[in-house]
């Protein structure tokens, strides 16, 4: 949180952005201190937050040293007002702030600009263990000081300071975990653990502190899957498929796998702090996490549509339902088909690397200048194995299938796909190989170094101190993957696998399937296939450089009066200029070879100015309004000078797609209104407003002029060096607007019997005129992220010892961003859901010989809620039919906390 101030809140209750490490001291009117020691004691710790900030501010903190409230940072910071999470995989990674996906949002640690592991800006928040979180802060409104704002918010995750805490705290903690979907398949578990330990101490009079934090997690995470791939009226396009009845729907394809991770991740927190008197503040902090997840993926899909293998697959014994007035096949049997038994293997390591070094020198009474080093880097080494088998022949499957959007699982008779001596290695689905790996690597890099200047001033009735600064940033992100073919040795024949290299088999059961082959496909690998690079276009542009310079300058006023004698009005006023230079190098991919490489980029300055007043009219009640232009620089892989380009032998004319690196931010003007009322120092309730105009939105775009200068025209002599591209580029935008409604509530404000009593409450609307297709796009797709409807709501009691607290967060459906074949990222239309979770603890009292013992059990996703999509029909009918349905499971965590 890097607080310098005498007078600034303590470590567990963050204070504005500019009394941060990277930021200045300013004149803050502080609540009475509060003893963090529990569920209601943090919640007082956040409402000081909320209510001392200048800006609009949202803010958890931890009951304890490492005891967020929730099983990881992603669930806790989604229980904001106006915030939710994206699950990925069953856990909780990606964080959407009023309606906007992750990539537009800034994250920090301890006020500085954080690496991403993925390959764009979206923090995965997966990567840092809540037990070495002390505190989150979520800036709603832009403050001049803040450096890495997002478009739609700022995360700010901060580390314990250990002179503020100001007493030794030793503390270990363990639990145990179970999945309740159980061991699903050979190489799998359904139990881990987790671990954590952590040390504050302070020295010499309290002049040195010393804070250090481990933790470690072994996590599984089980998953039921199954999905509908596509709907369509084939008659339409004159290829009718059998015995279904004319212009009837019917799917087109299915899929159902279980996967079972494991998840590794090691995290490290270390703080140095030094302040051997009023003049002189010095702090270190080092964060490392090292993040392995094993995946095992085990399943069966197939094709039906009149296209695959020249028909080879219809239907018999359809039953239709209607759907709108459509006949929709919901039943029957498909002829033909030959599933294919899918085995693979995905890996991933994560490394994740962050220090920051921190000065404040107090050059006179009213002069202090702080000056702030930091580096952060993220590395990724990830490797995507697919291997096939299958019976050699057609097969007949009855099915009936769910036609009612995100209604369950599909049912599909299928043959026994277990069998060792019907079953074998081939390309069921003649994709063109036996199998495919692809091994990727990224790295991410940012340098940062800030100076800043604050001088209090005495004399004004108004401006109570000014800050001036500037802050210097490199970020470099490279990304490069290899893709290759596996093909079966001896010609590629199909073969069986021999009885020795086979494992148990895995039941679909839950998808009607039955069970399958099951292997170790890194095992068997090179035994049974040659292993060839074959890399196509797409494959070759997924490598690209991207840099980044960044210069940000800044000042800002910060104001405190009296306007009458019961109103109070605070607040600051303040302009940065940042100014960017970026850059790509890529590759000019055609025919499956690289043709040319190529470096390209632009420069850009944005003025942007931010107000924060806030209106304290005595007795709790506080009106803030916020007003800013802000920017978010273009998605990381939209930036890359990947392409496919050539000249056409016949027109002498350019044509290409790929990345832009000449794209410019994102630009949005802001407005931001919110009445409080403070009900002691736990309890509020808050009324906000907001509206955000989107000056330019990036979307593809063929553009007719593009400046070809600089590709390889690989030999073919163009006539002009301009021509028509397919790109991301800047375009119209449009408004983003909401209303955020939340309250905190003590219960022994209503009765004293109700002590230890108390709730959590927030809803909030957004909606948004975006097209992210542009102008006369698709009109049902929405901007990515944006659910229209987000509540949270969390009761808990806490009395002698005992706190129980359940909590359900709820996000209407929305257009999802994810990882999809090959690497590539998709939309996707996802359901609404409600995730209920439960945390029971009990501390043993002073009194007792176990006096500093907290046992606990904790239940994740306690009502098991289903990750859930939709599809449009392919016939353009405006019909949503099921898509994904998947289950994870409950995850179960009882353990002990001990303190000292």
Sequence with gaps: MSVHAEEAAKADAAPDPQATDAGTNTDVETLDAVKVTGIRAAIASSVETKNESTSIVEAISAEDIGKLPDISIADSISRLPGLTTQRVDGRSQVIHIRGMSEQFAGTLLNGREQVTTGDNRGVEFDQYPAELINAVVVYKTPDASLVGQGLSGTVDMQTIRPLDLGERRIVFSGQGEYNSLGDLTD????????????????????????????????????????????????????????????????????????????????????????????????????????????????????????????GAASYSSVTTTTVDGVPVVNGGTLEGIQPVVRNDSNTREDKLYSIGWNNSFKLADTWTLDADLSYSRADRDQSQLETYAGALGGQSVDFSIPVGVGSGYGNYALPDLSDPSSIYLWDPQYWGHDGRLEDSTQKDTIKAARLNLNHVIDSSDFLRSYDVGVNFSKRTKEKSSQVYFADLKGGGAPTLVGLSDLLGSTSLGFAGMGNILTYDPRAILYSYYDVVLNESDDDLRKDFIVEEDIKTFYAKANIDLDLTDQVRLRGNVGVQYVRTDQSSTGFNATGGTIVGAQTLGTSYGDILPSLNLVADFGNGWMTRFGAAKEMMRPRINDLGAYSGAGVSTTTGTWSGSGGNPLLEPYRARSVDLSVEKYLGDSSYVALALFYKHLESYVYTQTIDNWDF??????????????????????????????????????????????????????????????????????????????SKVVANATVYYEKSGFSARLSERYRGKYRGEYSSLFGQRSYRYTLSEKVLDMQLSYDFPESSRLNGLTLLLQVNNLNNEPFRTEVSDSNGLGLYFPEEYTEYGRQYLIGFRYSL
């Design 709 to 786: 200068s600089g590709y390889d025209d690989n030999g073919n002599t163009p006539i002009s060096n301009y021509g028509t591209y397919s790109t991301p580029a800047n375009g119209e935008g449009g408004y983003m607007r909401g209303a955020e409604f939340s309250t905190v509530l003590a219960g022994d404000l209503f009765h004293p019997a109700l002590e230890g009593f108390g709730m959590l409450l927030n809803a909030s609307y957004t909606e948004s005129s975006i097209d992210p297709d542009g102008p006369g796009g698709s009109s049902t797709d929405t901007i990515p992220g944006l």
């Design 187 to 310: 190489g799998g578990d359904d139990t881990g653990y987790r671990i954590a330990a952590s040390y504050v101490d302070q020295f010499r009079d309290n002049t040195i502190g010393v804070a250090l934090g481990v933790a470690r997690l072994d996590s599984p995470f089980q998953e039921q899957h199954y999905k509908a791939w596509w709907w369509a009226n084939t008659d339409l396009w004159g290829a009718p498929q059998g015995a279904k009845p004319a212009d009837a729907i019917a799917l087109q394809g299915a899929e159902g796998w279980i996967k079972s991770r494991e998840l590794q991740r090691d995290g490290v927190m270390g703080v140095f702090e030094f302040k051997p008197n009023d003049a002189f503040h010095s702090i270190l902090d080092v964060y490392y996490s090292k993040f392995d997840q094993d995946e095992i993926t085990r399943g069966a899909m197939w094709t039906n549509d009149p296209w695959w293998n020249s």
